[in-house]
């Protein structure tokens, strides 16, 4: 692998970046008018009534760290039953009901909505779950698109890591969103391919790096110090940032710890 990725380079996305992260907050108008339209849109058909479900946000424009304007908003749209019971039934269900209103399909986890006219069209991905329960922990199941299970806790992501960037004032997501752009650049020069390095897995890790490898006085060093970190640490064991699933196994929604670490090291270099 050719590092041809300059210094300079290298610094203009992280300044890029940091000053992304001082503006890019959750953007509490949108995420409240997507689920207005999504509301909207499910109860134009009588053939989900009786069905109780539940519409919360997540992802990175909701938890805080997403880098461009025009990141997507995504939605959960959870059918409040035990386990996965009934699942494949409400997807379908939510299908026909929104495709009563706009272009729908089932995409690789989310139900896309390919409206080129829709504004909510183009900004907002569905994904449809039932209700987990795991030890008095809320979580959501659904399947992929090859049918593999999948359970995973977007609540407990979005607290915990709400928590921790106000315990290092404010240095954990503006790190994060500083090296998802860096994450870009690396696809951009083919240090990376592209959609190896996901969000979400970057976003476990910095979160496992301690609160004091944050607390510092400049965000550079915040930034190396983060990376650092995780070159000199063992990740086999990392937890998600949910706190609940781990990082690193065989299941869809996991990865190789090796691999992982190739990634840090490219990053790092940049």
Not at 31 to 41: F, I, K, N, Q, S
Not at 109 to 133: H, K, Q
Not at 194 to 199: I, K, L, N, V
Request: proline letters at 5%.
């Amino acid at each position: 692998m050719t590092m041809t990725a300059g210094p300079w380079v290298a610094r203009r996305a992280v300044d890029e970046a940091s000053a992304v992260a001082r503006s890019g907050q959750p953007d509490a108008f949108l995420l409240h008018w997507a689920e207005r339209e999504l509301r909207r849109a499910l109860g134009r058909s009588p053939l989900l009534d009786g069905r109780p479900y539940e519409i919360f946000g997540q992802g990175s424009r909701v938890n805080g760290t997403y880098i461009e304007q025009s990141s997507d908003i995504d939605l959960v749209l959870m059918l409040k039953a035990p386990l996965e019971s009934g699942w494949e039934e409400f997807r379908d269900d939510v299908l026909a009901v929104l495709g009563e209103s706009y272009h729908v399909r089932m995409g690789r986890r989310c139900v896309n909505v390919d409206d080129p006219d829709s504004l909510f069209g183009e900004m907002v991905d569905i994904l449809v779950a039932t209700e987990y329960r795991l030890a008095g922990e809320q979580g959501v199941f659904f399947r992929d698109q090859q049918g593999r299970a999948i359970v995973n806790f977007p609540k407990q992501h979005r607290r915990n890591g709400d928590a921790k960037d106000r315990r290092t004032g404010g240095r954990f997501k503006e790190v994060v969103r500083a090296v998802k752009r860096v994450r870009k650049l690396a696809e951009r020069e083919r240090m990376l391919a592209e959609g190896t390095a996901p969000s979400y897995l970057l976003e476990c890790l910095l979160y496992n790096v301690p609160d004091d490898v944050y607390r510092t006085p400049t965000f550079g060093e915040a930034y190396r110090g983060a990376l650092g970190w995780l070159r000199r640490s063992p990740l086999d064991d990392l937890p998600c940032q949910n706190g609940i699933n781990r990082l690193f196994g065989p299941r869809p929604d996991q990865w190789e710890a090796g691999t992982a670490g190739t990634i840090v090291d490219v990053l790092h270099e940049i």
